[in-house]
T-cell receptor, first 114, second 113 residues
Framework: GENVEQHPSTLSVQEGDSAVIKCTYS??????FPWYKQELGKRPQLIID?????GEKKDQRIAVTLNKTAKHFSLHITETQPEDSAVYFC?????????????FGTGTRLTIIP | GAGVSQSPSNKVTEKGKDVELRCDPI?????LYWYRQSLGQGLEFLIY????????KSGLPSDRFSAERTGGSVSTLTIQRTQQEDSAVYLC???????????FGPGTRLTVT
């Protein structure tokens, strides 16, 4: 089955700097890669996702890049703000039609230092 | 509109007792998923429903765990003879048919004493 590894497990950056979180996956059939943000005691929230037919996707200060050959994808947050502090999870899924389980990484605790 | 809801939000039970956790998906979402999140860990898949059937039960950790879904809506996850290692946050997610995006509920924090 799919295995997703996520690094680093913790990350501290100064407010205004950029943060990068990286994930690798094992199953070359995976084709959907979402990122979730989870604040303390809250539900995971989908913040951005990418499918295998594109290499990069941006949404304001957040971007995700995908390298299918190397089987890795990354989350980039620019101009970080205190409200970006949370745990971030990457995930992978392999269905061609959606509606398949997500395999998650173990999470990155991001702390933004004011 | 209303998001995914789960009840109870917290459940404390004694080892050996049975518990039922409930999930109410977003209206119109035909796919429903259960995941488990242990303290400080990632999310672990348990079971997936499409309508009332469960084409993927591969994540259920033992035969003490079961789930059902009725009317293509509400789902119940049942854990029989609970053990301390069952303590975790149980999260439910739902999505539209043929859609990738999964939306999560707030979870049920289960503590087995």
């Amino acid at each position: 089955g799919e295995n997703v590894e996520q690094h680093p497990s913790t990350l501290s950056v100064q407010e205004g700097d950029s943060a990068v979180i990286k994930c690798t996956y094992s199953d070359s059939a995976s084709n959907y890669f979402p990122w979730y943000k989870q604040e303390l005691g809250k539900r995971p929230q989908l913040i951005i996702d990418i499918r295998s037919n594109v290499g990069e996707k941006k949404d304001q200060r957040i971007a995700v890049t995908l390298n299918k050959t190397a089987k890795h994808f990354s989350l980039h947050i620019t101009e970080t703000q205190p409200e970006d502090s949370a745990v971030y999870f990457c995930a992978a899924s392999g269905s061609n039609f959606g509606n398949e389980k997500l395999t998650f990484g173990t999470g990155t605790r991001l702390t933004i230092i004011p | 509109g209303a998001g995914v809801s789960q009840s109870p939000s917290n459940k404390v039970t004694e080892k050996g007792k049975d518990v039922e956790l409930r999930c109410d998906p977003i209206s119109g979402h035909t796919a429903l998923y259960w995941y488990r999140q242990s303290l400080g860990q990632g999310l672990e898949f348990l079971i997936y429903f499409q309508g009332n059937s469960a084409p993927d039960k591969s994540g259920l950790p033992s035969d003490r765990f079961s789930a059902e879904r009725t009317g293509g809506s509400v789902s119940t996850l049942t854990i029989q003879r609970t053990q301390q290692e069952d303590s975790a946050v149980y999260l439910c997610a739902s999505s539209f048919a043929l859609s990738y995006e999964q939306y999560f509920g707030p979870g049920t924090r289960l503590t087995v004493t």
